[in-house]
């Protein structure tokens, strides 16, 4: 929204400095997104007269102007526009001085003397381009005749100000302060002085109020619900004109493009109060109407499936059932709220016009604009909710300007279809409750006064200090509720007043997190480990999916995504960790290890709430491409989870082969990502029997598909169910005085006997009261396929005394007599 | 024609020997292929070399086909030919001593936006705070309509949000779970934050993302005030940027609070001398706050008329960014180790 700071002046009738203004804005209003000088911006332009023309002898498209400032002076400029007459006025910018359409862009251009085809040109004569008051460019604008010579371009186009630009966020609910009287009044208020609407605006308005049958205007609303009040008057006898300066400037400055007279009145008051009106050409409504008639008719009402319009703007635009247009008995001629028609727009021929002020609903003009994809300054109004009360005010207002400005008289009834008036709201506010609300101390009086500044009315029900009870002006149409008129008083009064004051309450602690302790304890183990926490999109491309081997049907697909590389939500962390894990190999790193921490999600699997289950897992990947690691990389994987498990203390982790595990009743996200492993070197991770995650090395696909060495293997485990976890936490073994022994045993078995098993049966053996041992491999090797050679060291610590080398050869072959029994 | 049939003949022939059978399936036989593009020639051959044109992409289709099923095969009978491994076992058979599975001496690291997270979360447990993580697939109710915005609310317009087909919300604000919070630890005293993955349909630059952070706060207990909002977010930035700071709050606009406010703080780079985290103007503007709306607190099953709070919600991308002097907003979520090992 933009404000002029004259416009402040003249509705508040204060002199505050642009400073003063701008804190205002922000603390009271809402962000000022910059402001704009534009008496710098028009700096060194003047009204120039043409007084010599004579044709560039080198270049057939210059002509060689003679101009004035008025004191006798005489200015050669040379002009691309050959069609200016000697006595013409024209906007003319010395040299040293910027183009205006440039200022304070990135390519501000400064205007030199230079010679043009060998012609000194000192100066530039204006296009209404450069001028930033049109879009033509091709020729030089012809000011008015009546202008003064030599006098500042700003001074007479009243363009000495300084443009003030709020950001639109803080006024999304604020119709009213996308009004210039809207701004006033608060502005007004901040400075603790009352704000008085113009007398047109109070009530139901004043201005030309004559009704005449002159002519008949039929109205019908067809749509109620969207439109919940349509005014139309018609004027007749109107002369379109080009608007006086004081109206095109006001317009410029609001950052709206004048047209004529009856276009830029009804601008005009969009800009005043927020509220956009239409004009429609009368003859042309009735004239393509195909039910011809001598009066004009309008109908409110939804469009139909297909219909067209031309719209003002020239384009030709279809409508469907959701739009609401204005039409006559047959044709839309404007689609409501937002753009007018082409075929019924006012020319410079127009005698008589419809005037229309209207309420649309503000969330169906926000909906046909978005999906009509037209933008327009009625649309951004009426988006913000107004005020249907002022339609007939505003109105009156506009007939009254026209008549004053282009000699229209009312013409016809005012055909006003409001069934349902919007009353004032009262709204009762508790002084204590509003103290209690903001941290303040307002006495009722200093409550009020802030309210009357903005309009408010205070209706004396409660006589008590404790209450009062106010009327909300109309167009307020964002107060509703109590809080709503305590965000006016704390703002008016001002944040800055309220003092800061930490809450009192009772000294309870903040319940624990048990996902997020885990995830931390992890983080410090995997980091202090040399592992790397990476952080990546939750979305994934189609591609990455297929290539990690799993199921793109599982994931859930977005509807505007960004790009087809962004299109899906991941299903599993370990697809964007094989990603990553590609292109660190690419940055030629040679080893590394990396987790994430995340959600995925699966389609179809949903939690209590018939939402897509979101479960934090973690995904580790660990690679290499260095001779450093020798057998299958599940193993180093298992180190680092191993890690884990033995420095939270949680104890049961068992690891079960994938292929030759049970793959029934798996849960979905387990499921989805088993294809990327390889069956043979991948294991579940279960606790008590709980399956919790799968480890391994990627299948040979996978790693072909992501050009991963050989030497890769991942990890995703559920850290909810980690998190939950009872973990060990009691001194198992006392620890002896006296020195333990051990001893190197080495067991052939059959392959497929698991390294498990031995450990169990060892422990089993030699686990007693007083007794506790130690297990840890020192090989494994196998000649034949069938056998395998599995070396243990085993450590027995005895309470009591250290056991004698035949106590332990004892143990050892009731050992080896277990080991033997298993096939 | 038969010129560039013998080349791809012989590219081929190289790709055979190298590519993977998808990789071969995709260059060769897809939408796009080349061979399908022989295909879709066809009738731009004249008449008479049509016949003998057919037969010669038909035979490179054929070549490719069979060589796609043999590298199936071969990964095929490659992982057949792989023994089970002892998933008990701490390492593989055979393994030499000093290659056997170990911790490697790397660098290791925290992400930067994790231990940020990890600061500002210990910083509010000590106040008293309970932390509750966010979702990133929500429903309408949530994301709106439960934080008082009706459907066709202009005020949506303000989150460029992400849908999924089936009509569930990428969260675009860690607000979405002040209802799920209001119910879980009502009645009050409320104190909890909120942490979480948002995401907003927008243009990524060196400083916008679509995947960003966010930790949402809310506190709701008898008589609690604006005031005790501007002191309790001060209280935790001055702990949380170890340094004393001056305040501002400003008007915004949120459907989910009234007063709706914008907390802005003097820049604590500069001391309010202008910099160009601050843009030279010495203020930081951090956050969307407010005093929680009566029909959030209402849908949240909490009496306003009893109660009432504030809530706010703090980015935490660009935080970690300043204090970190990364200037690309992007390389948070790249995963790339050479610059997260730095961290």
Same mark, same amino acid.
């Given at each position: 929204m933009k404000l002029p700071i004259s416009s402040i002046k003249e509705y508040t009738n204060l002199d505050i400095p642009l400073e003063e203004i701008l804190h205002i804005i922000a603390t009271k209003i809402g962000e000022v997104e910059g402001y704009l000088s534009w008496e710098e911006m028009y700096k060194g332009i003047y009204i120039a007269e043409i007084i010599n023309k004579e044709d560039h002898p080198d270049a057939e498209k210059l002509a060689i102007y003679k101009i004035t400032l008025?004191?006798?002076?005489?200015?050669?400029?040379?002009?691309?526009?050959?069609?200016?007459?000697?006595?013409?006025?024209?906007?003319?910018?010395?040299?040293?001085?910027?183009?205006?359409?440039?200022?304070?862009?990135?390519?501000?251009?400064?205007?030199?003397?230079?010679?043009?085809?060998?012609?000194?040109?000192?100066?530039?004569?204006?296009?209404?381009?450069?001028?930033?008051?049109?879009?033509d460019h091709t020729k030089v604008l012809k000011l008015d005749k009546g202008l003064t010579v030599g006098e500042t371009f700003a001074k007479e186009y009243n363009l000495n100000d300084t443009v003030i630009e709020i950001e639109n966020k803080a006024l999304t609910n604020r119709g009213d302060l996308f009004g210039i009287i809207g701004l006033a009044r608060e502005i007004s208020a901040a400075k603790s002085k009352p704000f008085t609407s113009p007398e047109w605006y109070k009530g139901e308005g004043v201005g030309v109020s004559k009704e005449s049958d002159k002519y008949s205007l039929e109205i019908s609303n067809q749509s109620q619900a969207l439109c919940p009040r349509y005014i139309g008057i018609v004027l007749d006898n109107v002369k379109v004109s080009q608007s006086p300066v004081w109206l095109k400037s006001i317009l410029l400055k609001s950052g709206i493009r004048p047209i004529n007279s009856i276009v830029d009145i009804t601008n005009y008051l969009s800009i005043l109060v927020g509220q956009p009106l239409h004009a429609f050409d009368y003859d042309k409504v009735v004239k393509r109407d195909p039910k011809r008639s001598d009066k004009a008719h309008i109908?409110?009402?939804?469009?139909?499936?297909?219909?067209?319009?031309?719209?003002?703007?020239?384009?030709?635009?279809?409508?469907?059932?959701?739009?609401?247009?204005?039409?006559?008995?047959?044709?839309?001629?404007?689609?409501?709220?937002?753009?007018?028609?082409?075929?019924?727009?006012?020319?410079?021929?127009?005698?008589?016009?419809?005037?229309?002020?209207?309420?649309?609903?503000?969330?169906?003009?926000?909906?046909?604009?978005?999906?009509?994809?037209?933008?327009?300054?009625?649309?951004?109004?009426?988006?913000?909710?107004?005020?249907?009360?002022?339609?007939?005010?505003?109105?009156?207002?506009?007939?009254?300007?026209?008549?004053?400005?282009?000699?229209?008289?009312?013409?016809?009834?005012?055909?006003?279809?409001?069934?349902?008036?919007?009353?004032?709201?009262?709204?009762?506010?508790?002084?204590?409750?509003?103290?209690?609300?903001?941290?303040?101390?307002?006495? &009722?009086?200093?409550?009020?006064?802030?309210?009357?500044?903005?309009?408010?009315?205070?209706?004396?029900?409660?006589?008590?200090?404790?209450?009062?009870?106010?009327?909300?002006?109309?167009?307020?149409?964002?107060?509703?509720?109590?809080?709503?008129?305590?965000?006016?008083?704390?703002?008016?009064?001002?944040?800055?007043?309220?003092?800061?004051?930490?809450?009192?309450?009772?000294?309870?602690?903040?319940?624990?997190?048990?996902?997020?302790?885990? &995830?931390?304890?992890?983080?410090?183990?995997?980091?202090?480990?040399?592992?790397?926490?990476?952080?990546?999109?939750?979305?994934?491309?189609?591609?990455?999916?297929?290539?990690?081997?799993?199921?793109?049907?599982?994931?859930?697909?977005? &509807?505007?995504?960004?790009?087809?590389?962004?299109?899906?939500?991941?299903?599993?962390?370990?697809?964007?960790?094989?990603?990553?894990?590609?292109?660190?190999?690419?940055r030629n790193i040679p080893t590394f290890c990396m987790y994430e921490f995340n959600l995925a999600h699966q389609k179809g699997n949903m939690d209590n709430f018939e939402l897509p289950k979101e479960q934090w897992n973690m995904s580790l990947l660990f690679t290499t491409k260095e001779d450093i690691l020798e057998g299958n990389p599940y193993y180093q994987v298992k180190r680092y989870m191993e890690k884990i498990f033995s420095t939270l203390n949680i104890l049961n982790i068992e690891y079960l082969l994938v292929n030759t595990t049970s793959q029934e009743n798996l849960p979905v996200w387990i499921k989805n990502i088993l294809p990327t492993f390889n069956p043979k070197s991948t294991a579940y991770i279960t606790h008590k029997g709980e399956i919790i995650g799968v480890i391994g090395e990627f299948s040979k696909t996978v790693k072909e598909n992501f050009k991963l060495p050989n030497f890769t293997a991942g990890v995703e485990i559920d850290i909810e169910y980690l998190s939950k976890v009872e973990r060990e936490n009691k001194v198992v073994y006392e620890s002896s005085k006296y020195p333990s022994i051990n001893q190197d045993v080495t067991l052939q078995l059959p392959r497929r006997v698991e390294y498990k098993?031995?450990?169990?049966?060892?422990?089993?053996?030699?686990?007693?009261?007083?007794?506790?041992?130690?297990?840890?491999?020192?090989?494994?090797?196998?000649?034949?396929?069938?056998?395998?050679?599995?070396?243990?060291?085993?450590?027995?610590?005895?309470?009591?005394?250290?056991?004698?080398?035949?106590?332990?050869?004892?143990?050892?072959?009731?050992?080896?007599?277990?080991?033997?029994?298993?096939? | 024609m038969s010129k560039d049939i013998s080349k791809i003949l012989k590219q081929i022939d190289d790709d055979i020997h190298t590519l993977t059978s998808s990789e071969l399936k995709q260059k060769y036989l897809s939408k796009k292929g080349i061979v399908t593009e022989l295909f879709q020639n066809i009738k731009n051959i004249p008449n008479e070399e049509r016949k003998e044109y057919g037969i010669k992409i038909n035979g490179l289709k054929k070549l490719v086909e069979e060589n796609i099923e043999l590298r199936k095969n071969d990964t095929q009978t490659?992982?057949?030919?792989?023994?089970?491994?002892?998933?008990?076992?701490?390492?593989?058979?055979?393994?030499?001593?000093?290659?056997?599975?170990?911790?490697?001496?790397?660098?290791?690291?925290?992400?930067?936006?994790?231990?940020?997270?990890?600061?500002?979360?210990?910083?509010?447990?000590?106040?008293?705070?309970?932390?509750?993580?966010?979702?990133?697939?929500?429903?309408?109710?949530?994301?709106?309509?439960?934080?008082?915005?009706?459907?066709?609310?202009?005020?949506?317009?303000?989150?460029?949000?992400?849908?999924?087909?089936?009509?569930?919300?990428?969260?675009?604000?860690?607000?979405?779970?002040?209802?799920?919070?209001?119910?879980?630890?009502?009645?009050?005293?409320?104190?909890?934050?909120?942490?979480?993955?948002?995401?907003?349909?927008?243009?990524?630059? +060196?400083?916008?993302?679509?995947?960003?952070?966010?930790?949402?706060?809310?506190?709701?207990?008898?008589?609690?005030?604006?005031?005790?909002?501007?002191?309790?977010?001060?209280?935790?930035?001055?702990?949380?940027?170890?340094?004393?700071?001056?305040?501002?709050?400003?008007?915004?606009?949120?459907?989910?609070?009234?007063?709706?406010?914008?907390?802005?703080?003097?820049?604590?780079?500069?001391?309010?001398?202008?910099?160009?985290?601050?843009?030279?103007?010495?203020?930081?503007?951090?956050?969307?706050?407010?005093?929680?709306?009566?029909?959030?607190?209402? +849908?949240?099953?909490?009496?306003?008329?009893?109660?009432?709070?504030?809530?706010?919600?703090?980015?935490?991308?660009?935080?970690?960014?300043?204090?970190?002097?990364?200037?690309?907003?992007?390389k948070l979520r790249d995963g790339d180790l050479n610059f997260l090992k730095q961290l």
């Open positions: 008025g004191k006798k002076d005489e200015i050669q400029v040379v002009a691309g526009d050959k069609t200016l007459e000697i006595g013409d006025k024209v906007a003319y910018i010395q040299p040293g001085n910027i183009v205006p359409s440039t200022y304070k862009t990135s390519e501000e251009f400064v205007i030199k003397a230079v010679k043009m085809r060998g012609i000194l040109s000192n100066g530039m004569l204006c296009s209404e381009r450069e001028l930033n008051i049109g879009p109908t409110i009402r939804l469009a139909k499936d297909g219909e067209t319009i031309q719209t003002l703007d020239d384009n030709l635009v279809t409508l469907d059932s959701n739009t609401l247009v204005i039409a006559d008995s047959t044709n839309p001629i404007a689609i409501a709220g937002i753009i007018g028609g082409k075929d019924t727009e006012i020319d410079e021929n127009t005698q008589r016009v419809i005037l229309e002020c209207a309420n649309f609903d503000r969330f169906n003009v926000r909906k046909t604009s978005m999906s009509l994809g037209i933008f327009t300054d009625a649309a951004t109004r009426f988006t913000k909710a107004q005020n249907p009360n002022q339609c007939l005010p505003v109105i009156l207002y506009a007939s009254q300007l026209i008549n004053e400005i282009s000699k229209g008289e009312i013409a016809s009834k005012i055909v006003d279809i409001y069934p349902e008036y919007i009353e004032q709201r009262k709204i009762s506010l508790s002084i204590k409750k509003l103290n209690a609300h903001l941290g303040t101390k307002l006495t &009722k009086e200093e409550v009020l006064t802030i309210l009357k500044n903005i309009e408010y009315k205070d209706i004396e029900e409660d006589s008590t200090d404790e209450y009062i009870t106010v009327l909300v002006p109309s167009f307020r149409m964002d107060i509703n509720i109590a809080e709503d008129v305590h965000e006016d008083i704390g703002r008016i009064y001002g944040y800055e007043n309220i003092k800061p004051v930490l809450p009192k309450r009772e000294l309870t602690a903040g319940k624990k997190n048990k996902v997020l302790s885990i &995830k931390s304890e992890i983080r410090n183990i995997l980091s202090n480990s040399g592992a790397n926490e990476i952080d990546t999109y939750s979305f994934v491309s189609m591609d990455l999916i297929k290539k990690s081997e799993q199921d793109p049907n599982l994931a859930y697909s977005i &509807k505007n995504a960004l790009s087809p590389e962004l299109s899906l939500m991941r299903t599993s962390l370990i697809t964007s960790m094989l990603s990553k894990a590609q292109e660190n190999i690419q098993q031995i450990e169990r049966i060892i422990l089993d053996t030699i686990n007693t009261r007083d007794r506790y041992a130690t297990v840890e491999c020192l090989d494994i090797y196998s000649k034949e396929d069938e056998k395998r050679n599995i070396t243990v060291r085993i450590e027995i610590e005895h309470l009591e005394k250290t056991l004698s080398t035949k106590e332990f050869n004892k143990i050892v072959k009731k050992i080896l007599v277990k080991t033997s029994k298993l096939e | 490659s992982d057949l030919d792989e023994k089970n491994i002892d998933p008990s076992a701490p390492f593989d058979i055979n393994t030499k001593t000093g290659k056997r599975p170990h911790i490697l001496d790397l660098k290791g690291s925290k992400h930067p936006l994790m231990k940020e997270l990890e600061v500002i979360l210990d910083i509010f447990q000590r106040m008293g705070f309970d932390v509750m993580e966010s979702k990133q697939l929500d429903d309408d109710f949530h994301m709106f309509e439960s934080l008082n915005f009706p459907k066709g609310h202009p005020a949506r317009d303000m989150y460029d949000t992400f849908w999924t087909e089936d009509g569930f919300v990428l969260p675009a604000h860690t607000s979405t779970m002040q209802n799920r919070a209001l119910r879980r630890y009502g009645p009050p005293p409320i104190r909890v934050v909120l942490p979480g993955r948002c995401f907003r349909n927008e243009a990524t630059d +060196a400083s916008h993302e679509h995947t960003f952070y966010q930790i949402e706060g809310i506190y709701v207990d008898k008589g609690i005030s604006l005031a005790h909002m501007q002191a309790t977010i001060k209280e935790y930035l001055e702990k949380y940027l170890e340094t004393e700071l001056e305040i501002k709050v400003q008007p915004s606009y949120f459907p989910f609070t009234e007063p709706d406010t914008e907390f802005v703080i003097s820049c604590p780079f500069c001391k309010k001398k202008g910099c160009s985290t601050c843009g030279f103007s010495g203020w930081i503007e951090l956050m969307g706050c407010g005093m929680i709306h009566p029909n959030v607190l209402t +849908a949240g099953g909490i009496d306003p008329n009893k109660y009432s709070g504030f809530a706010w919600g703090v980015g935490l991308d660009r935080l970690t960014l300043i204090k970190r002097g990364i200037t690309d907003i992007r």
